[in-house]
């Protein structure tokens, strides 16, 4: 979305490279942090009530990026989404360990992603078009509005596990107070120790670090700027890394 954006935030705020970059990564950083405690929200009150609950402070901080003048308030806006989306990943897998035996969940939970996925291939075209036509503010303020819709449909909808008596799998947690209680740090302990934990997170920095550093932030102002696109026009392209990461997931893990 911010890669989208990116050119039309810098003129109607009078931004520069900097403050754009740091505006840009500010959500990364915030998914970052939260995200070491989205486990044992995860566990502690379960996936439902976790994700409304960072779902909804993410679509607040939405609306009030797409409302405010403010560079500091900027940041706010743009710091909660990131915030409220880090929970989403690890809830929902906590709640796939649940309603799907071990045997396929590295399966349904690709096909979690893929869906996940869908948004990003298909955000960036219409994005620009809505941004082009109706603004940015005003395109914003709807998905802020969206997300909100979609935190309270949650909060109703989503329950955590399969009902008492139906058995999933014998191995899967059955509720989000089974098991034995340990601490955040414990939890963390445990990973930090594990070389495959370091190994994927090497992996994932490396990646994202090049995809969502220009995909993004600056790939709006990139191809505006470089190659003279309008913003209907570099849209599609923004979708092709999108694809791979919507078709990888399902078609690696078959």
């Known amino acids: 979305g911010m890669g989208v954006i990116n050119p039309d935030v810098v003129t109607t705020l009078n931004l520069t490279p900097a403050q754009m970059g740091t505006l840009g990564s500010i959500a990364f950083y915030g998914y970052a942090v939260a995200i070491l405690f989205s486990g044992f929200l995860a566990t502690k009150l379960g996936p439902r009530k976790t994700i409304s609950i960072f779902f909804g402070l993410g679509g607040l901080g939405a609306l009030l990026f797409s409302t405010t003048d403010s560079y500091s308030m900027l940041l706010v806006g743009v710091a909660l989404p990131g915030i409220g989306t880090s929970v989403v990943?690890?809830?929902?897998?906590?709640?796939?360990?649940?309603?799907?035996?071990?045997?396929?969940?590295?399966?349904?939970?690709?096909?979690?992603?893929?869906?996940?996925?869908?948004?990003?291939?298909f955000g960036p075209g219409p994005l620009s078009l809505m941004a082009q036509i109706f603004g940015w503010r005003f395109t914003f303020s709807g998905i802020a509005i969206l997300i909100l819709v979609i935190a309270a449909l949650v909060a109703i909808v989503v329950r955590d596990f399969p009902p008492a008596g139906a058995i999933v799998d014998e191995d899967a947690p059955k509720t989000a107070d089974s098991g034995p209680k340990y601490s955040m740090m414990y939890y963390l302990g445990q990973a930090l120790k594990n070389y495959n934990f370091w190994c994927v997170i090497g992996w994932y920095i490396f990646l994202n670090a090049v995809y969502y550093c220009f995909g993004g932030i600056w790939s709006g102002a990139y191809f505006g700027e470089s190659y003279g696109l309008t913003r209907t026009e570099f849209g599609p392209i923004l979708m092709m890394g999108a694809f791979g990461f919507t078709f990888g997931g399902p078609i690696l893990t078959w």
Do not use: D, K, L
């Not at 690709?110 to 996925?117: D, I, K, L, Q």
């Open 89 to 121: 990943v690890t809830s929902a897998t906590v709640s796939c360990s649940g309603w799907f035996p071990m045997t396929v969940f590295a399966h349904r939970s690709a096909f979690y992603f893929f869906f996940g996925g869908i948004g990003n291939f």
